[in-house]
């Protein structure tokens, strides 16, 4: 996962594997399924926050963060305890096997202030 701050620099700050996922993508299918869950062929499908082992595989601001005690440095000498109003949120994915790569592009979503 990436953070580009408003003004456009970015920094990556963590980075984490499916392999630490406590169930797989077919027990987590089955598990919403047999709880009523509606799931239709193409609907978007997602395990939600990958933590891994390490601190820099954590999987979200909070445990990056040690609850905001512990602030990112950004490039541009700001600090990040948490994501900002302005900040957007990247995440980039790939699967290797048998020195293959085969990318998944990226997903980017920026954070808007509050509506008053």
């Known amino acids: 996962m ?3 701050t408003a003004e456009g620099h970015e ?3 963590c980075r984490s594997n499916f392999r630490y996922m406590y169930w797989n993508i077919c027990q987590q299918l089955a598990h ?5 869950c509606n799931i239709n062929v193409g609907d ?7 933590s891994g082992p390490t601190e820099e595989a954590f999987g979200s601001m ?3 963060t040690w609850r905001g005690t512990k602030p990112i440095a950004m490039p541009d000498g700001s600090e990040r305890k948490f994501i900002q109003d302005g900040d957007t949120v990247i ?3 790939y699967g290797k096997r048998d ?10 979503g920026t954070v808007l202030p509050a509506a008053e």
């Open 91 to 93: 995440l980039r994915g």
């Open 44 to 50: 978007m499908y997602a395990s939600g926050t990958i």
């Open 99 to 108: 020195g293959i790569r085969i990318g998944f592009g990226e997903a980017t």
């Open 62 to 64: 909070l445990e990056l």
């Open 2 to 4: 990436a953070i580009r």
């Open 32 to 36: 919403h399924t047999v709880n009523g």
């Open 11 to 13: 920094k990556t700050v």
